[in-house]
């Protein structure tokens, strides 16, 4: 779907704004070519464009007009479609969502300006040489670090303690050939050997192989699953958070999406700071800046949220304070208590998961699977 917008008309609002902030950076229009992965009606979506655009306003660029595709489907020729026009509308730049339309629009141009909001793995993917350097055309923001693997299992851990064998289901494969996921399981196999837990990835091609992985996942007892921060599994968020609850799987969550839907538990990126970060770095670009000289920036906030005792707007951590050494486990006990006390959590998770009029499953579980 086609979107044009012309920021320009809020030019009566931008009339109070600070000289300094609000005078137009120059006198002629900059317009913006943006690829969305997801339906036009997303709200979130709509929310971090807003974002965007509400950052750009206030670095004075009043004047802009962004030319946007949706697709909210995964059809390549579709993409690669939306990709082709929007470069031949030869913008000032490109703002990309994820790997995918990044993909997309590094095929149709290495000349214009290109900056992605939420890719996981750029230097996997081939899209930039470095962080420091990305060399190129395009640079952007991380959706999250690869030692995230690790922290969601600690966290799923800490809240679940009996679990001890965790699914990690995929779709997506890196540009280079290796599962996307691999960007995160490294650290999460080296937390799972120190907490003695079985961790596995499982690639699923369509909603019928997820369900298939999942179920066959919960038929041995103590089970529980990370779910990594992926399109596809955002596109199947419904049918993942009721298999989770159907089956009775603690789960843990990359993105705060999942628990406004009804997800038990999540810790990842404040993705609207991507894109607000995204807007500083069009300014800088509009200005004189190359991409190849604008850093690839890792994520500056994480937050954690849950269903017991949640918050509208909990408090975001910085993600060098996440990062900082302590001993194992602190980390995730100060992330638990965003939103109770693991005490709380576990007693969530009891109820919600386990402590069921199924007689068999709860035969099954066995009684070590009591947590308050």
Not at 14 to 40: K, N
Not at 62 to 71: A, H, Q, V
Request: net charge positive.
């Amino acid at each position: 779907m086609r979107r044009r917008e012309f920021l320009g008309v809020l030019g009566s609002a931008a009339a109070a704004w600070p000289l300094a902030a609000g005078a137009q950076q120059s006198g002629r229009i900059r317009r913006i070519g943006v690829l969305m992965a997801a339906a036009e009606s997303d709200r979130q979506v709509q929310s971090r464009l807003a974002v965007f655009r509400g950052e750009l306003q206030k670095l004075g660029w009043t004047d802009i007009i962004m030319e946007t595709r949706y697709f909210a489907s995964s059809d390549a020729e579709t993409v690669q479609r939306y990709a082709k026009e929007l470069v031949a509308l030869q913008p000032d730049l490109l703002l990309s969502q994820n790997t995918n339309t990044t993909d997309a629009l590094l095929q149709q141009t290495r000349v214009i300006p290109i900056i992605f909001a939420i890719v996981s793995d750029p230097i996997g993917n081939g899209f930039v040489a470095s962080f420091p350097r990305p060399g190129g055309n395009v640079t952007g923001f991380t959706i999250s670090e690869p030692t995230m693997g690790g922290k969601w299992l600690e966290l799923l851990n800490e809240i679940a303690p009996s679990v001890t064998r965790v699914l990690v289901p995929h779709n997506s494969a890196t540009l280079s050939g290796l599962p996307s996921a691999e960007y995160y399981l490294s650290s999460l196999r080296a937390t799972a050997s120190f907490l003695k837990i079985d961790a596995r990835a499982a690639f699923v091609r369509d909603a019928s192989e997820l369900e298939s992985a999942i179920v066959e996942h919960a038929r041995p007892p103590l089970g529980g699953l990370v779910v990594i921060p992926e399109a596809f599994l955002t596109a199947h968020t419904l049918e993942i958070i009721s298999l989770a609850d159907r089956y009775h799987l603690p789960t843990v969550y990359s993105l705060r999406h999942f628990i406004q839907l009804g997800g038990l538990l999540s810790y990842g990126n404040v993705i609207l700071d991507n894109f607000r970060r995204a807007a500083i770095y069009a300014d800088r670009i509009f200005k004189g800046a190359k991409p190849s000289e604008l850093p690839v920036e890792a994520p500056e906030k994480v937050r954690t949220g849950g269903q017991p005792q949640d918050r509208e707007s909990p408090r975001p951590h910085r993600a060098a304070d996440v990062a900082r050494p302590r001993r194992r486990g602190d980390r995730m006990r100060a992330a638990t208590s965003e939103f109770g006390t693991s005490a709380t959590c576990r007693r969530a998770i009891n109820v919600r998961y386990w402590a069921r009029s199924d007689s068999t499953r709860t035969s099954a579980s066995g009684p070590g699977l009591t947590l308050s």
